[in-house]
């Protein structure tokens, strides 16, 4: 396995070729105390494209995307970042290019909504361009916005640092229906910006909507993967199989 960190940084002037993957990991494992949650693993995330990451609760979509960023040290199989096999941990992986949005939000409440986007090294043009509505919040202090309006805030955090690539994990828990379509519509904006995009969803009919391509874990494997329309299309049968309470308990019980 080669760790190549410094080949990392040294192509983060040149963009990656549309041709290949943005971020790659074959046979992927990882997981927790060296037990496996996710196994086996083949995914990739090509610039301008939002893949959908689905799964029941449990399913390891968060330790899959812990993986991917390098939070989590993989057991198994091999990540390609940029082209090139990685295991740098993500504040590395950040340097290069790559942005996490997390599940809680992730502002700094004493500080104003445009301290909180200095924060980075990036621009805050950039995320008020694709989140225009906090531009008549720069002056108040985080803390006393909405939940909505900081998770909004923490995605344009990570949007102003102009990552290459966006990993995003359930933005939208807990929040009003149409800041959730606010946050897809700013993801899907940024992907059409040419920014690669992986995003886990509990709102699989609105990330499907947004997305190009989606995978499907069941109990740590990738059981389904397919373009985002024709697997909407499919979404009961998905649903039942794949995504309900029922298939996850029934997933425990056979496991
Ligand atoms: N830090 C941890 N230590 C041990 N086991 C963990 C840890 N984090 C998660 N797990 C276990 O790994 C499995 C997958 O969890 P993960 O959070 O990746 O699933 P998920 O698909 O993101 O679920 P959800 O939709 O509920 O967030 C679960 O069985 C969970 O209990």
């Known amino acids: 396995m080669t760790v190549d960190v410094g080949a990392e940084r040294a192509t983060t002037a ?4 549309p041709a290949q993957p943005l971020l790659s990991a074959s046979s992927m494992s990882a997981g927790y105390g060296g037990v496996p949650v996710v196994r086996d693993m083949d ?8 893949v959908a990451l689905l799964g029941a609760n449990g399913a390891g979509k968060t ?37 996490f949005v997390p599940e809680s939000r992730a502002v700094i409440p ?17 995320a008020l361009e694709l989140l225009p509505e906090l531009k008549p919040l720069l002056k108040r202090r985080a803390g006393l916005l909405s939940g909505g309006e900081q998770q909004i805030l923490t995605l344009a955090r990570v949007l102003a640092a102009q990552p290459r690539l966006l990993l995003a994990d359930e933005m939208s ?40 391509r989606a995978y ?40």
């Open 43 to 50: 995914l990739e995330v090509r610039a301008g494209e939002v």
């Open 173 to 212: 828990l807990g929040l009003a229906p149409m800041i959730v379509q606010r946050l897809l519509s700013a993801v899907r904006d940024a992907a059409n910006s040419g920014i690669g995009v992986l995003i886990v969803e509990q709102q699989v009919r609105n990330v499907l909507a947004v997305a190009d």
């Open 110 to 126: 004493s500080l104003t909504t445009m301290e909180n986007l200095r924060l980075g090294r990036g621009d805050p043009e950039a």
């Open 63 to 99: 330790t899959t995307l812990l993986a991917l960023a390098g939070v989590l040290p993989i057991s198994g199989g091999e990540v390609a970042w940029l082209g090139r096999t990685s295991r740098a941990p993500l504040h590395l992986r950040a340097r290069a290019g790559l942005g």
């Open 14 to 17: 040149q963009p990656a070729q």
């Open 216 to 255: 499907v874990l069941r109990r740590g494997k990738i059981e389904l993967e397919g373009k985002a329309a024709e697997l909407a299309g499919r979404l009961e049968e998905i649903e039942a199989t794949y995504l309900t309470g029922a298939a996850a308990i029934e997933e425990q019980a056979d496991g």
